[in-house]
């Protein structure tokens, strides 16, 4: 499956961005999703994913509250919409698939990624 990620930009602090990852594909449905990010210096990180089917979500200590993570099979596109961004926030968000249709939080268990988008959050 290719993954293409969308909706980065430059917000200010207090600020909201809706990313957007359309899959090409006729197996989406049957992928788990997740949304990784990556700052300068840092390790890639697990931000929030989503179960085949879309039963079951899970998300990062740091941004509970704050992000949804939602799927819409019909458009083979999964959503990350974050509010109350703040300046730690800033990185390169990544959409990854696994195979498998449950939740992973790390990096090796995604087979697929998409090009990054840059959030930029500035205070």
């Known amino acids: 499956v290719q993954l293409q990620a969308s909706g980065g930009g430059s917000v200010q602090a207090g600020g909201s961005l809706r990313l957007s990852c359309a899959a090409l594909?006729?197996?989406?449905?049957?992928?788990?999703m997740g949304w990784f990010r990556q700052a300068p210096g840092k390790e890639r990180e697990f931000v929030a994913g989503?179960?085949?089917?879309?039963?079951?979500?899970a998300y990062e200590d740091s941004v509970k509250g704050r992000c949804t993570i939602s799927r819409d099979d019909a458009k083979n596109t999964v959503y990350l919409q974050m509010s109350t961004l703040n300046p730690e926030d800033t990185a390169v968000y990544y959409c990854?698939?696994?195979?498998?249709?449950?939740?992973?939080?790390?990096?090796?268990?995604?087979?697929?990624w998409g090009r990054g988008t840059l959030v930029t959050v500035s205070s």
């Open positions: 594909g006729s197996t989406f449905r049957s992928y788990a």
């Open positions: 990854a698939a696994r195979s498998v249709g449950l939740i992973a939080r790390t990096t090796q268990q995604y087979e697929y």
């Open positions: 989503v179960s085949r089917i879309g039963g079951y979500t």
